[in-house]
């Protein structure tokens, strides 16, 4: 036994209801299949409706005079057959088709970004991996984006307007230096978009370190720079009247620098304040005066370092640079040529400066500068102009450590060593 | 403001535009004494008369025929072909004849028909009484194809096709004749051919659709606006042709498109919507384009069974716009 439903029927190509004219049976009434139950008006015609079942009218929902929407029960009829229990079963079926419709595999699409979204992403600065995606696959919508946006405005502000607090008061913590960087970064980053014609160009490990080093060198040490000027009026005469004789005989030519090199090392060895390092609750003077050496080849500096150079002759500082800089051209420079060093002498006069401002090879205190040798008119003690030899040396120190008195005196020292080396009172060798 | 229904606002349009205008005239199989198989032209026979409401043999290339000699004699003929599927022997007169005489004469002449047709399934017409057929005349330049979705619409859109100067395919879904009923003023109102109608707001997906799908969607983002999900629905109304910068403004509004017909996919009315979108939009996308339509078979069938699985309905249409929420 079962109940089931009469519904309204569609009589018609356009018509979506009809009106009950008459019931042709009752409550209780036994009907067989194709009976007609009612009459039904429409707007184009007036039909019986058949009965689907045999059995008994159960109940009549519409009434005579009621207009029902086609689809709608109009009354229900008990049957002995028990068909009901198929259509359970077909749902059943229904149901278990869909649910495996449902499991198909879905692959993960946090990575995979649509258009829309890729463009807000560009035009707001974001960095979509901070984003959590609420899409199929865990897919990040625009929607997503859209909100990410509208809730970073009021708290990007929030952190700007803090960061600019505390540095106007000086205490700028580490945690806070971090994260303005980053800012910085990620604000750069537009003014950054290279146009046509501009060219590219990876960041190299090696120029990947000369920047770290540098960047932190300036950020770290509180620079300060001081400069003299030195007659190397002699000098230029000795080393004038030996460097033919010192070519054939040792076979490689004798520059300047290395007379500069003997000088500072001399200097250091009495001015050790200098030849020392900042070490945060300490300053650590070193005993051993190992100079580094800034060579440059085209897109690189190296600064190789010249071991005990306090202990060395001229000669032998020579030597050890002609080597040292055809390491650095040849690319076979050891990590062991690279360390050790205490203090930077910089031969910038090789390249025609005659004045600059080194950066501090980090984590030393100093760095000196040797510049051009120039031809200068000069006052003399006794009153006379001479053309005489000029250059400048220029010293770049870690105000942590050094003062400019200390620096100053240093200076002097070179200077005066450097006044003093001639041919009477020299020896290269 | 009176509620009637779908087909009534026909009526209505017609009716006021023969008081209006007396060059407007319908021509049509049944459309006179009897009114109409659908009840279209009720009553007008007796109000106009036999010569403005002319019965014609069961030969559509002539009522599209007569109709275009007396538009260029200077009247606004209405034509209805019985049912849409109907249309095909007037083919030749209404994209070889009406749709070109402009352009062909250089402006000398100029051809305003409307051409009425009921299309559309869903109420167990078989093969030759649900068809749609837009897409045979949405290449046409020089035909313009109305498809209004409510009675609103099809009262103003119906007025400006009468009033226009070139021919229009005024297309009518069937099922909505009676099903749809609405709002209607009962002056005299045009609403311009060649716009869409934004007829539901929202910011999660777009749906852009026409006909009776307009009904569907707007019953599916009700029960999906229960779950949060906001449908932007978009009426077409007119389908060529389209109007390009409403569908660019609804996609981009959202970057989730859903395009539903009950026509046949391949080719359709919604695949040039489609492509206006991709050629316009594709950086605002946030989701593939989706398209919602009948089954690329030759008709709809006749089965009950068979024809559900061919029309869109509201559940078809929910699925689908939640798939793409969900995306």
Redesign the interface.
């Known amino acids: 036994m079962s109940v089931e439903k009469i519904l309204m029927p569609q009589l018609g190509e356009s018509v979506t209801e009809g009106t009950i004219n008459q019931w042709l049976v009752s409550v209780g009434t036994k009907v067989n299949k194709y009976d007609p139950l009612a009459e039904i008006i429409t707007d184009k015609v007036t039909a019986e409706v058949p009965s689907s079942f045999t059995g008994i009218i159960k109940e009549i929902i519409a009434q005579e005079g009621e207009t029902i929407t086609v689809g709608e029960i109009i009354c229900t009829i008990e049957t002995e057959e028990n068909s009901t229990e198929v259509e359970q079963m077909e749902v059943t079926d229904l149901q278990e088709n869909s649910d495996t419709s449902e499991k198909e595999i879905r692959t993960p699409q946090k990575q995979r970004y649509s258009p829309a979204v890729l463009r807000l992403s560009q035009e707001h600065d974001i960095d979509l991996s901070k984003i959590t995606g609420t899409g199929r696959g865990g897919r990040i919508t625009r929607k997503d984006v859209l909100n990410y946006i509208a809730n970073n405005k009021s708290t990007d502000i929030e952190q700007e307007t803090t960061t600019h607090q505390e540095n106007s008061i000086q205490q700028l913590s580490q945690v806070n230096e971090k994260d303005s960087l980053a800012k910085q970064k990620t604000k750069s980053l537009p003014l950054h978009n290279p146009t046509s014609g501009d060219i590219e160009i990876p960041v190299s490990g090696i120029r990947r370190a000369i920047a770290t080093n540098m960047k932190k060198s300036k950020q770290e040490i509180p620079h300060a720079w001081m400069m003299v000027e030195v007659d190397v009026t002699n000098l230029v005469q000795y080393r004038d009247s030996i460097k033919n004789e010192f070519l054939q005989k040792e076979g490689f030519k004798l520059t300047y620098f290395p007379f500069f090199v003997k000088a500072v090392a001399q200097a250091l060895k009495e001015f050790p304040q200098l030849n020392s390092m900042w070490a945060g609750e300490k300053i650590i003077q070193k005993k051993d005066i190992n100079l580094s050496i800034a060579v440059a080849d085209e897109d690189a500096l190296y600064t190789p370092v010249l071991k005990h150079a306090d202990e060395k002759t001229i000669k032998g500082i020579a030597r050890e640079i002609s080597e040292l800089t055809q390491k650095v051209r040849t690319g076979k420079l050891s990590p062991d040529d690279l360390q050790g060093g205490t203090f930077t002498v910089n031969n910038t006069g090789s390249f025609g400066s005659v004045q600059s401002m080194g950066v501090i090879n980090y984590p030393q205190a100093a760095i000196l500068q040797v510049e051009s040798i120039v031809k200068r008119p000069v006052v003399m003690e006794n009153g006379m102009i001479a053309v005489r030899d000029k250059v400048n040396l220029c010293l770049s120190l870690d105000h942590r450590v050094l003062d400019g008195l200390i620096c100053g005196k240093f200076l002097k020292r070179v200077k005066e060593i450097l006044e003093n080396m001639s041919q009477e009172n020299t020896n290269i060798y | 403001m009176p509620v009637i229904s779908y ?1 009534d606002a026909v009526t209505q349009a017609i009716r006021e535009e023969m008081e209006r205008d007396e060059n407007v005239f319908i021509l049509g199989e049944d459309v006179g004494k009897k009114g109409g198989v ?2 279209a032209t009720q009553g007008l026979f007796e109000q106009f008369g036999e010569e403005r409401v002319i019965d014609t043999p069961l030969t559509e290339s002539a009522i599209a025929g007569v109709a275009i000699g007396a538009a260029m004699y200077g009247l606004r003929p209405i034509g209805e072909m019985q049912f849409a599927d109907f249309i095909m022997p007037a083919v030749n007169q209404i994209v070889s004849e009406a749709a070109r005489i402009r352009y062909r004469s250089n402006n000398d002449w100029h051809c305003p028909i409307v051409i009425r047709a ?1 299309y559309g399934g869903g ?3 078989g093969l030759y ?1 649900s068809q749609s057929v837009e897409a045979i005349f949405a290449n046409q330049p020089g035909l313009k194809i109305v498809m209004p979705s409510t009675p609103y619409d099809v009262k103003g859109l119906l007025k400006a096709a009468i009033r226009d100067d070139d021919p229009v395919l005024f297309f009518e879904h ?2 909505a ?3 749809i009923k609405g709002e209607v003023p009962d002056h005299d109102y045009v609403v311009p051919i060649g716009k869409a109608d934004v007829k539901r707001e929202g ?2 997906i777009t749906v852009i659709t026409y006909g009776l799908c307009v009904h569907f969607a707007l019953q599916a983002a009700e029960k999906l606006a229960q779950e949060g999900i906001s449908s932007h629905i978009l009426d077409l109304r007119t389908v060529y042709p389209l109007d390009k910068e409403s569908i660019m403004e609804a996609a981009m509004k ?3 498109v859903l395009l539903i017909t009950e026509d046949n996919k391949e080719g359709s009315v919604i695949s040039e919507v489609a492509a206006i979108i991709s050629e316009n939009c ?6 593939p384009i989706m398209r919602l339509a009948g089954p690329d078979v030759p008709a709809m069938p006749f089965a009950p069974t068979m024809e559900k699985y061919f029309m869109i309905n509201p559940d078809k249409i929910e699925k689908a716009m939640r798939e793409l929420a ?2």
């Open positions: 087909i659908f009840k009921p109420v167990h017409g009484h069937k099922r004749y009676r099903l910011e999660d959202t970057g989730k594709l950086f605002d996308l946030d989701a969900e995306f």
